[in-house]
């Protein structure tokens, strides 16, 4: 199995099947190996822990926490076991509950008061939960968290689905998630990231022939992609070899956002870049970046001859939605060159959906995304493969839904994530950046669906460099200096 190979719950529950009816694992024997394996992750993770609380559910993930208890036990470890509700009557967790009472081990109720623990293990709902956690199991989940002690969720955080990232309602707050067979896809994007923690998969030791016959639904986008597709340059390289960025933008009192996306082409290598903006910004581009050829644009008739001169375009940083940003949008689009659509190239696009140039990628964050698809932010949280999909087969263009755990999707269908970037990317211009990114990789020859996967891996990884000074006050503009880096090899960590 591909390590960085994302899979749908469904398909998941797919290889279970296969493993136990096609190749005779059973049930209990896998929930022996994924407890055993959590247990292993528990002791390297925490060595000096020696006190444990194990919540369990009434399913199968309650299994693995009853059987990691008894582990634990067996081990010299204190383990104290919370049920939130009793085992079905039969099968593999009403076993693992009769084996842990065997072995001498006490299943305690919820009750007001939480025992202090030195790791608490989250083994209340596995993949099948889709909605918010109710009851016994809800009072569970808030006092974990409210204890501060460092929490393992086995397979996924209880509360969170599986499938979409999405969390409905309450969710653990995991240092740690190990699942268990193969690496679920919604684990990797949306509000997952703020309840998974570090993620660890264990396949269980399931045979690789259970795993060929499926295609994932998705990947993780990979360290390594720059060397893969941005070679060293050749000795004799000049400028007309690396591309023509067209960057355009910056209606009144937005100058700074096509700024920033055009130096962020140059620093990723683009060869020449423009800037075609209002006449109010043009002195101040100059002066603080005069590498950036900088005009002076009015209306649709004074952009032609630089469009002319570009072979990529940056549109929407700054753009505005009035008439002069309206009709460059119109005349950008009618040049029929690839281009990066942000901002407010694509709340106009959202308004007209007309035809855009092949080799395009659209850029859009949530609220952006839910525009272009004619419904609400929270849509889309609910399940950001389903919109990111609905978008790039719209608008036949890969598209790329930022956020935390940002999608790059093709029209086909295929997804890579990010698993780079924190949270103090949140902040203005990082957008725009991104678009700047983007662009100067498609200037440099790259496909639209290579540079959209590289550019975003780059500004992901960049973000992350500039977060070692601390995440809260990042600027945009900080990401240049590790984009360059990155972009001329430097190690992603």
């Known amino acids: 199995m591909e390590t960085n190979a994302l899979y749908t719950v469904a398909q998941v529950r797919a290889f279970d099947r296969a493993a136990i009816e096609d190749h005779g694992i059973a049930g209990y024997e896998l929930m022996q190996r994924a407890a055993s394996a959590a247990f292993r992750y528990l002791c390297a993770r925490w060595p000096q822990a020696r006190r444990v609380v194990v919540l369990c559910g009434s399913g199968n993930n309650g299994g693995d926490g009853y059987v990691l208890a008894r582990l634990a036990r067996e081990a010299g470890f204190s383990v104290l076991v919370i049920a939130a509700e009793a085992p079905r009557e039969s099968g593999d967790a009403a076993r693992a509950c009769a084996d842990w009472s065997a072995a001498g081990g006490k299943t305690n109720p919820v009750s007001a008061s939480f025992p202090e623990a030195d790791v608490i293990v989250d083994a209340l709902f596995g993949t099948g939960l889709r909605r918010p956690p109710e009851g016994a199991a809800l009072k569970l ?76 639904d998705a990947h993780l986008l990979v360290a390594d992609a720059v060397a893969a597709f941005l070679p060293a340059r050749a000795r004799d390289a000049h400028k007309g070899n690396f591309g023509h960025v067209l960057a355009i933008g910056g209606d009144s009192s937005m100058g700074g956002a096509i700024r920033l996306a055009g130096e962020a082409a140059l620093r990723v290598g683009a060869g020449l870049v423009s800037i075609a903006t209002r006449a109010e910004h043009i002195a101040s581009i100059n002066a603080s970046r005069p590498e950036l050829m900088a005009s002076a644009v009015d209306g649709p008739q004074e952009l032609e001859p630089v469009l002319e001169r570009a072979i990529v375009i940056a549109l929407g940083p700054g753009l505005g939605q009035r008439a002069w940003g309206h009709a460059l949008w119109h ?35 949530p609220g952006e995304a839910a525009r272009l698809l004619g419904c609400n932010t929270l849509d889309i949280a609910r399940d950001r493969f389903v919109a990111v999909r609905a978008i790039a087969r719209r608008h036949k263009t890969v598209t790329v839904l930022k956020g ?35 662009a100067g990789l498609l200037a440099q020859g790259l496909d639209a669906r290579s540079a959209a996967g590289v550019g975003v891996a780059l500004h992901a990884q960049a973000g992350d460099r500039a977060a070692r000074q601390g995440e809260a006050g990042m600027l945009a503009s900080d990401l240049f200096a590790p984009l360059r880096a990155l972009r001329n090899g430097a190690p992603a960590a």
């Open 141 to 216: 989940v808030e006092q974990a968290n409210a204890t501060g002690f460092p929490v393992l969720a086995l397979d996924v955080p209880s509360g969170v689905d599986a499938d979409t990232g999405f969390v409905p309602g309450i969710a653990i707050r995991a240092q740690a998630t190990i699942t268990f067979v193969a690496r679920k896809r919604g684990l990797h994007t949306g509000s997952a990231n703020a309840h998974c923690g570090n993620i660890l998969c264990d396949d269980l030791g399931i045979p690789a022939v259970v795993f060929a016959g499926i295609r994932p």
């Open 331 to 365: 005349a950008a689009i009618a040049a029929g060159k690839p281009m990066v659509l942000d901002a407010d190239a694509l709340n106009l696009l959202a308004r007209d959906a007309i035809a855009l140039p092949s080799g395009s990628v659209l850029t859009p964050h």
């Open 404 to 438: 935390a755990g940002t999608l790059v999707a093709t029209p086909e269908g295929e997804i890579a994530i990010c698993p780079w970037g924190n949270p103090g990317m949140a902040s203005g211009g990082m957008g725009d950046v991104l678009t700047g990114v983007i």
